[in-house]
């Protein structure tokens, strides 16, 4: 099935389900961000241990990673390969740079801030396309850099119909 197809169809379904009892595609996206919050904890306890020598923020770490994988399971439902590390490194990417950003723009630093927001939100759009399986992480091949799989028609680029499709299907202010 083509990208088109897959999208048309989840599209579909949302608006069927919809019309039935509320859908609050929100839940996923405030837990993600929650999970971004919990691995950026973890950096955090290791980076503390490490120069405390203290044990006690290993322990620490350990718990908020059990924590971590809990809640993960919630989205990255039966992961196949490396799909389970691939969400979570998507996520902790995503954070970092949106952090990175943050500092960026304090600091004055407008476009280079806009920048490293940009790449963010590709990659928080890849780790949906990805849980929602809206590509097929298996048939990825060599393929023209604007394509999204080798069967895509329509080259505008992967990260492009991932933000688009996310602007759709994730609005946090849908109450």
């Keep these: 099935m083509e990208l088109e197809q897959k ?4 599209l579909q379904k949302i608006e069927s389900a919809k019309k039935g009892e509320k ?4 839940l996923d996206e405030d837990l993600s961000i929650a ?3 919990l691995v950026s904890i973890e950096e955090h306890f290791f980076f503390t241990g490490a120069k405390t020598n203290k044990e006690k923020y290993f322990d620490l770490l350990q718990e908020t990673r059990e924590i971590r994988k809990e809640l993960l399971k919630k989205i990255v439902k039966e992961p196949e390969g490396e799909i389970w590390c691939i969400s979570k490194h998507l996520l ?4 970092r740079l949106i952090e990175v950003g943050a500092k960026s723009k304090a600091k004055g630093n407008t476009e280079e801030a806009k920048d490293f927001f940009q790449k963010a939100y590709r990659l928080y759009s ?5 849980n929602l399986k809206l590509v097929d992480v298996g048939e990825i091949k060599k393929i023209d850099e604007k394509a999204l799989n080798i069967h895509d028609e329509i080259k505008t680029g992967a990260s492009d119909k991932f933000q688009e499709l996310l602007k759709k ?3 946090c202010c849908d109450e």
């Design 23 to 26: 859908l609050d595609l929100s």
């Design 169 to 171: 299907l994730l609005d």
């Design 7 to 10: 999208i048309d169809s989840l």
């Design 92 to 95: 902790a990417a995503t954070m």
């Design 126 to 130: 890849l780790f949906w396309a990805v």
């Design 35 to 37: 999970i971004m919050n």
